[in-house]
């Protein structure tokens, strides 16, 4: 038996979606999760560091924003990463947002590794109407720069399509495909692609082969590498 599996059954309740009877995130390793599946797999630093003039940019899509984990380990990591100038464009999407407290309740434990990251990002959430649908803006100031922080609440396939602009990678992470296979249907996948810039890449936690076959539909050349956690194995694409 997979030793994730077993401590399935321990998790708290307030770590499971209710919607899909799944966790948010692998909580033994929830922050360095984030830093190896999407930012080493997006290459994320090196993008940016190798922005050497002006302004250092990057547009990130995510599918499943959750409880902000990963926006939180994204803003601890840039802090410490010692960059600065960066402007980070964020487009997320959550059908069925948690409260702040919840997400307070949700991402304390990890405070110690993120530092303030946890605050920036509530402080700005609990000023959101979450029964609004449609695109709500958060920022984030720190001495790295910004983050922009667009949240389309609502379903996944009607942010994609509302995007004006393609994003440079993609954070896909919206429950394994067996809780939730709409996240992961040809259909919205190939939206993505459609919506990934020329050598975009896109990571995600889960090796399925209809991920693997959808996202190569998209577009996307799929390069599976070394899991973390309770994961063998994960992917990442490269858009051709
Ligand atoms: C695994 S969790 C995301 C974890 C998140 N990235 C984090 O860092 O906390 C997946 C999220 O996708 C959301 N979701 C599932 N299906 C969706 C859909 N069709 N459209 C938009 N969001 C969806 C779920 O409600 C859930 O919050």
């Known amino acids: 038996m997979n030793p994730f599996d077993k401590s399935f059954a321990d998790i708290p309740a307030y770590l499971i979606n209710e919607h899909f009877n799944d966790r948010y995130f692998d909580i033994v390793n929830a922050v360095e999760e984030a830093n190896y599946i999407h930012f080493e797999g997006n290459h994320i630093l090196k993008r940016l560091s190798e922005q050497t003039t002006g302004t250092k940019t990057l547009s990130i899509g995510e599918l499943g924003f959750g409880t902000g984990r990963n926006v939180v380990a994204l803003t601890s990591l840039l802090d410490k990463s010692g960059l600065k100038d960066l402007t980070i464009d964020i487009y997320s999407v959550e059908l069925y947002p948690i409260t702040a407290s919840r997400m307070d309740e949700i991402l304390k434990p990890f405070e110690a590794q993120t530092g303030s990251a946890i605050e920036l ?37 009607d942010m994609v399509n509302s995007l004006e602009k393609p994003c440079e990678c993609w954070f896909l992470d919206g ?51 070394p899991g973390i956690g309770g994961k063998k194995s994960v992917l990442r694409g490269e858009f051709r």
């Open 121 to 157: 990002l509530i402080n700005e959430y609990k000023k959101l109407n979450l029964e609004l649908t449609g695109w709500h803006k958060m920022e984030i100031h720190a001495a790295f720069g910004k983050i922009y922080l667009n949240l389309f609440i609502g379903e996944a396939l």
């Open 175 to 225: 429950h394994g495909p067996k809780a939730n296979p709409e996240m992961w249907r040809e259909e919205l996948m190939i939206a993505v692609g459609k919506k990934t810039k020329p050598q975009g890449t896109c990571t995600t936690f889960t090796v399925a082969r209809d991920v693997v076959n959808n996202l190569t539909a998209a577009g996307f050349t799929i390069i599976k590498w």
